[in-house]
């Protein structure tokens, strides 16, 4: 409960099987270190924490090359294995908030980003599926 609410989340399917989630910044620098820790670490999550940590700056450069989504880079060999976690990142503003868009590689496991989402706090978690 925070301040008197259960704290919920929307985990959307696409149309590719890809799970996204929208997390303000500082809630995406703890689930990505929490799904570090799940996955003993890879490429694209080290990226990925490097951009949310300096969200400022990258959100300007998103914004001077008119690019929606930012994609981390990975290591290769983990995207031919199926290790790769974070498939690319869309940085925004929503009432001065600073807010991020992570969508998951779709051979990722479901089950620890639900994992990763109680042990950061949020206590109701809901999977939708986007029909079109």
């Keep these: 409960m925070f301040g008197g609410y259960v704290l919920s ?13 929208v997390l303000d910044d500082k809630n995406t ?8 820790e799940e996955t003993g670490g890879t490429r694209d999550l080290e990226e990925t924490l490097r951009i949310v940590k300096n969200f400022d700056e990258y959100y300007r450069f998103s914004k001077r090359k008119f690019e929606e989504y930012i994609t981390p880079q990975k290591d290769h060999r983990e995207v031919v294995l199926g290790r790769a976690v974070v498939h690319k990142l869309r940085l925004f503003m929503e009432d001065n908030n600073r807010k991020v868009e992570l969508i998951f590689d779709r051979r990722f ?12 706090g949020f206590k109701e978690i809901v999977i939708e599926k986007q029909l079109f």
């Design 29 to 36: 620098v703890e689930l990505v270190k929490c799904l570090f």
């Design 109 to 120: 496991d479901i089950k620890v980003l639900e994992n990763c989402l109680k042990n950061i």
């Design 9 to 21: 989340i929307k985990i959307t399917i696409d149309l590719a099987r890809s799970p996204h989630v």
